[in-house]
């Protein structure tokens, strides 16, 4: 089972120079967060973290897939999600709100926890529209039964709109 705890990453202990971190993110790293966009997926993600005096700059790069649903045919399929981002953080006496890219820590912090965002780098790259032809390996055929449902669902839809309510003519008249 997945927790928070295991992307709490204690930098005070690391030397200057670069640590690399990796971790394979199965269906448990998502059901650490309540309403989870992404229920299932299995994702390698990769850290580079470079530590300087007062600064550090973490580089996520992730790479794998995510089971989410065709905007199409509502079928579940793989699909290939792919990134890589850049944060820096930085030790400062009076921390400022972040501002995106740059973290503001006070002295005293000791960890950063880097689970929002390895979940946000993999939820920022599912686009906006997808299908089952992103399938990961090779495109998948949409479910043809649930196209032929839905085909028939749109022509109800067609046949109640072309029954005109008689106030819309009404107002079709006033308009002419
Ligand atoms: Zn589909």
Redesign the pocket.
Known sequence: MDSLKNYDIDFVKLKFGQHSFDYEIDDSFFSVKDHSLVKQGNVNVHLLIDKKDRLMNFTFSIEGIVITE??????S?DLPVKGTESIVIKIVEEPLESDGEIIYLGPNAVSFNVYDHIYEIICTNIPMTK??KDNAGKP?A??PE?LKFLSEEDDTSTNFEQQTDPRWDKLKNIKE
């Open positions: 065709c905007d199409v045919c509502l079928d399929f299908t089952c998948k949409c479910n649930m």
